[in-house]
């Protein structure tokens, strides 16, 4: 493997983890069962992580990511299934991948693709689809619905054999296409499916993805757990100083309702009187009726005893959490995060306005 960039370490794994679940906002998986295949991945001795200035221009670059609801559960997953996913894009397609990409941020999504490119020899580039987690998968897919002429393949892998819910599908078609098909898929395999999907060259990838979002995720992670060596106040202080957010509410969650329809947690919390609501992850925040903030805006919630950041699948009555925001503008975020039709898809769900709040 290249010897540029940076080598992916135990000690960065933590931060990403720290890091990746406070920016996935309420969704991005769990870094629990992040850590359990990361760390497989970091004991390869030259795991790493390059700029997207590092590979060609014409180098293929591959995103990985997980599809489901993080709620559903009955919900398997197997180290194999990560790599499973290449190894079926390779087996039916005629390229070379050049470097993996991971779709969002979040416990999982942002160490995904940190074991694929481990065992097969690649690097991971620094250029996330989305700087945050998002809930469908258009958005984590670098506007590539919009290029009329673009006919994407997916290959994903899930499900628990012993079941009898173990999938694997690959998928040709457009983005909305296929992407619906791996939802559907995710379902039948208990909940969660591994993807390998979008092959894109880098000259695309450096117009239409978040550049640098895995390093970010990274430093967001070190300034939370060095303010968490003193205490949980200080690191939430800490995380909203570097991300220059600012906390919401502090309190015993005294309402919360979660739903899991169609491939999606859906449902609302409140705490102290701000009312969130969630697909996935956390859409908006409101108190006595003043919106304070909106998606893309980052919203999460943060364990007040432990210090564990919250995601939504994790939230629970009683549990006493910091909520906190951080603006867009302080994101690293994906030019899909700004297109008005993908957010009213999202407007549906919560019964919240979105699009006006883009301004």
Same mark, same amino acid.
């Given at each position: 493997?290249?010897?540029?960039?940076?080598?992916?370490?135990?000690?960065?794994?933590? %931060?990403?983890?720290?890091?990746?679940?406070?920016?996935?906002?309420?969704?991005?998986?769990?870094? =629990?069962?992040?850590?359990?295949?990361?760390?497989? %991945?970091?004991?390869?001795?030259?795991?790493?992580?390059?700029?997207?200035?590092?590979?060609?221009?014409?180098?293929?670059?591959?995103?990985?990511?997980?599809?489901?609801?993080?709620?559903?559960?009955?919900?398997?997953?197997?180290?194999?299934?990560?790599?499973?996913?290449?190894?079926?894009?390779? =087996?039916?397609?005629?390229?070379?991948?050049?470097?993996?990409?991971?779709?969002?941020?979040?416990?999982?999504?942002?160490?995904?693709?940190?074991?694929?490119?481990?065992?097969?020899?690649?690097?991971?580039?620094?250029?996330?689809?989305?700087?945050?987690?998002?809930?469908?998968?258009?958005?984590?897919?670098?506007?590539?619905?919009?290029?009329?002429?673009?006919?994407?393949?997916?290959?994903?892998?899930?499900?628990?054999?012993?079941?009898?819910?173990?999938?694997?599908?690959?998928?040709?078609? &457009?983005?909305?296409?296929?992407?619906?098909?791996?939802?559907?898929?995710?379902?039948?395999?208990?909940?969660?499916?591994?993807?390998?999907?979008?092959?894109?060259?880098?000259?695309?990838?450096?117009?239409?993805? %978040?550049?640098?979002? *895995?390093?970010?995720?990274?430093?967001?992670?070190?300034? #939370?757990?060095?303010?968490?060596?003193?205490?949980?106040?200080?690191?939430?202080?800490?995380?909203?100083?570097?991300?220059?957010?600012?906390?919401?509410? =502090?309190?015993?969650?005294? %309402?919360?309702?979660?739903? &899991?329809?169609?491939?999606?947690?859906?449902?609302?919390?409140? *705490?102290?009187?701000?009312?969130? &609501? #969630?697909?996935?992850?956390?859409?908006?925040?409101?108190?006595?009726?003043?919106?304070?903030?909106?998606?893309?805006?980052?919203?999460?919630?943060?364990?007040?005893?432990?210090?564990?950041?919250?995601?939504?699948?994790?939230?629970?009555?009683?549990?006493?959490?910091? *909520?906190?925001?951080?603006?867009?503008?302080?994101?690293?975020?994906?030019?899909?995060?700004?297109?008005?039709?993908?957010?009213?898809?999202?407007?549906?769900?919560?019964?919240?306005?979105?699009?006006?709040?883009?301004?």
């Amino acid at each position: 493997m290249d010897k540029k960039g940076i080598r992916l370490t135990k000690e960065l794994l933590d %931060a990403a983890l720290a890091g990746g679940t406070i920016l996935g906002g309420g969704g991005g998986g769990d870094a =629990k069962k992040g850590r359990k295949f990361a760390e497989i %991945a970091v004991d390869y001795d030259d795991l790493r992580l390059l700029p997207i200035e590092a590979v060609d221009e014409d180098a293929v670059l591959l995103t990985a990511s997980l599809v489901g609801a993080p709620n559903a559960a009955e919900q398997y997953m197997a180290a194999k299934d990560l790599v499973r996913t290449v190894e079926i894009l390779k =087996k039916n397609c005629d390229f070379t991948i050049g470097g993996i990409i991971t779709n969002e941020q979040g416990g999982e999504a942002t160490v995904n693709g940190w074991l694929q490119a481990a065992v097969l020899g690649i690097p991971v580039i620094d250029a996330p689809c989305n700087g945050r987690a998002h809930p469908t998968g258009v958005m984590g897919s670098m506007n590539l619905h919009k290029q009329a002429d673009y006919r994407t393949v997916q290959a994903c892998a899930g499900g628990n054999p012993e079941a009898g819910s173990r999938v694997e599908c690959y998928f040709e078609g &457009t983005i909305e296409h296929t992407s619906r098909l791996v939802r559907m898929a995710s379902i039948e395999a208990g909940g969660l499916v591994a993807v390998a999907r979008n092959p894109v060259k880098a000259s695309y990838a450096r117009e239409n993805c %978040a550049l640098g979002g *895995v390093s970010h995720a990274i430093e967001t992670g070190k300034a #939370f757990l060095k303010g968490l060596e003193h205490s949980v106040e200080a690191a939430v202080e800490s995380v909203c100083g570097f991300l220059g957010g600012r906390i919401l509410a =502090k309190g015993k969650v005294d %309402a919360f309702s979660i739903e &899991t329809t169609g491939g999606f947690d859906v449902g609302y919390a409140s *705490v102290d009187g701000c009312e969130l &609501t #969630f697909w996935n992850e956390y859409a908006t925040a409101e108190k006595d009726g003043e919106r304070l903030a909106t998606f893309p805006d980052l919203i999460m919630t943060i364990n007040a005893v432990s210090g564990e950041p919250v995601t939504t699948a994790m939230m629970e009555t009683g549990l006493d959490v910091y *909520v906190i925001a951080a603006n867009r503008e302080n994101l690293k975020l994906a030019p899909t995060m700004f297109e008005p039709e993908l957010l009213r898809e999202t407007e549906k769900v919560i019964g919240k306005n979105l699009v006006s709040y883009l301004e």
